[in-house]
C-alpha cells in the first residue's frame, strides 16, 4: 500500500502521461512552431487589398500571423516596433510606393520595368482613394497591391503626408526584407533599368531626401497652420523644405513610423493654402532633425521647376519626350542640400547621383515612352551616360 506522502505524487503523474503522450506525438506531426509573423498575408478579408488564405488543412503548420490595422496609429504603432534591420544574409529588397488619386497613366511603362526582374527584389504598394472608380483598374504588378488603409487625400492638406506614412507603415510591417522605401508620383517614370535602379539603391547606407535651408518661402510654409503652430517642437531655423518624392532606408522609415512628436505639428489644417504643401517639408524637417548625416540631401526623381503653373512644376508633352531629353534628365545634376550636411565624405560638392525616376509627363507620352523604353529607357549605355 503507498504511503500518504506518495499517494498524490503518484496520481500526478499518472494524469500527466497522457497529456506528455499526445504533445510528443504532435510535435513529430507538425514540425517546430512557426512564429508569429506580419504581413498581408495575414488578414482574410480586405476592402481594397486581397491576397489567397492558404486552406488550413493543406499543410501541418499553422501560421499565426498578426493583422495589420486599418486606421492610421494601431498601424504606425505596430510599424515603429519592427526590426529596423535586416536578418543576416538576407536579399535586400526595393520597395515601390504609388501615392495616387488616379488610375496610373504610366502602368504599362512599369510593367516594363519590372518585366523579367525577380519578385524576391521588390515589392509594389499602391494609395488610392477608395472613394474613386478606378478606369483602367488596377491590373499587372498593381493588381491587389492597393493597402487596404487607403484614405482620400488632396493638395493643401495634411492629407498626403499622411498617406505616404500609411505606405511606410504597410512596407515595413508586409516583408521584413524591404530595405529602401520609394514613394513614386503617377506622373512618374523610370529613366533607368531596374537593375541600375535596384544596385544604386541596396549599395546606398544613406537615404536619398532632398533637405533645403533658407528657402525665399520657408517663413511662409512654416507659419503655414498658424503663426507660432510649429513651436516650441519645430523652430523656423530647424524647418526645411524638399520635394515629396524621396527614397528612405529601413531604419529611417521605421523613424517616420514612430513619430507623433513632430507629426503633431504638420498634421493640422492650414490657416493659408497657398503655401500649404506640408508633404514638401515634413519628412525633410524630421529626418533633419533626427539623422542628417544618414541623408544624402538631394532627390533621385527628377522635376523642371523654372516653370510653376501653380505649384506644378512643367509638364512634359508628348512632343517633347525624344531620346535627347531623357539622356538630358540622365546627366543633370541633383541639386543638393546645405553643403558639409553630411561631412567631408558626402560632401555636396563632390556628390554627381544618378536621377532614377523624372517628373512631370503628360499622360499622353505614354507611347513615345514606351517606344523607347529598350532602346533609350532601360538601356543604361544609351547616350554614354
Not at 512552431?33 to 492558404?54: A, D, H, K, M
Not at 493583422?67 to 535586416?86: G, Q
Not at 503655414?224 to 529601413?250: D, N, Y
Not at 507623433?260 to 503655401?275: G, L
Amino acid at each position: 500500500m503507498l504511503s500518504p506522502t506518495l499517494f498524490p505524487l503518484f496520481c500526478a503523474l499518472f494524469l500527466c502521461l497522457p497529456v506528455a503522450v499526445i504533445f510528443t506525438v504532435q510535435r513529430e506531426l507538425t514540425g517546430v512552431i512557426t512564429p508569429p509573423e506580419f504581413g498581408f498575408r495575414s488578414l482574410s478579408v480586405f476592402s481594397l487589398y486581397s491576397r489567397n488564405v492558404p486552406d488550413a488543412s493543406s499543410s501541418p503548420v499553422v501560421r499565426i500571423r498578426q493583422p495589420i490595422p486599418k486606421e492610421d496609429e494601431p498601424l504606425l504603432r505596430l510599424a515603429s516596433r519592427v526590426n529596423p534591420n535586416l536578418p543576416p544574409g538576407s536579399t535586400r529588397k526595393l520597395a515601390f510606393m504609388y501615392l495616387t488619386t488616379s488610375p496610373l497613366p504610366f502602368a504599362p511603362l512599369w510593367e516594363k520595368f519590372f518585366n523579367g526582374c525577380s519578385k524576391n527584389l521588390y515589392n509594389v504598394y499602391v494609395h488610392a482613394d477608395p472613394t474613386r472608380e478606378y478606369d483602367p483598374p488596377f491590373s499587372g504588378v498593381f493588381l491587389n497591391r492597393v493597402i487596404h488603409s487607403s484614405k482620400p487625400s488632396m493638395r493643401h492638406t495634411p492629407t498626403l503626408t499622411a498617406a505616404a506614412r500609411r505606405l511606410i507603415a504597410h512596407a515595413l510591417l508586409d516583408d521584413p526584407l524591404n530595405y529602401m522605401f520609394a514613394v513614386i508620383s503617377p506622373s512618374c517614370v523610370p529613366i533607368r533599368s531596374f537593375d541600375f535602379t535596384y544596385k544604386t539603391l541596396v549599395s546606398s547606407r544613406k537615404s536619398f531626401i532632398e533637405i533645403l535651408k533658407d528657402e525665399p518661402w520657408q517663413f511662409d510654409r512654416w507659419t503655414a497652420t498658424g503663426s507660432h503652430a510649429m513651436l516650441p517642437e519645430v523652430k523656423l531655423e530647424e524647418f526645411r523644405i524638399g520635394s515629396q518624392f524621396w527614397v528612405l532606408k529601413r531604419r529611417h522609415a521605421r523613424v517616420v513610423a514612430r513619430d507623433r512628436r513632430i507629426w503633431v505639428k504638420f498634421n493640422k489644417t492650414c490657416v493659408r493654402e497657398d503655401s500649404c504643401y506640408p508633404e514638401e517639408s515634413y519628412f525633410s524637417t524630421l529626418l533633419n532633425m533626427r539623422d542628417p548625416r544618414g541623408c544624402v540631401p538631394a532627390t533621385l526623381t527628377h522635376v523642371d521647376w523654372t516653370v510653376n503653373d501653380g505649384g506644378h512644376p512643367r509638364m512634359y508633352e508628348p512632343e517633347e519626350v525624344v531620346p535627347e531629353l531623357i539622356l538630358r534628365l540622365r546627366k543633370t545634376r541633383p541639386r543638393y542640400g546645405e553643403d558639409g550636411i553630411n561631412g567631408s565624405e558626402w560632401s555636396a560638392v563632390e556628390r554627381m547621383d544618378s536621377f532614377l525616376f523624372a517628373r512631370k509627363f503628360s499622360p499622353e507620352a505614354l507611347e513615345p515612352l514606351l517606344g523607347m523604353a529598350r532602346t533609350v529607357l532601360f538601356n543604361d549605355s544609351a547616350g554614354g551616360v
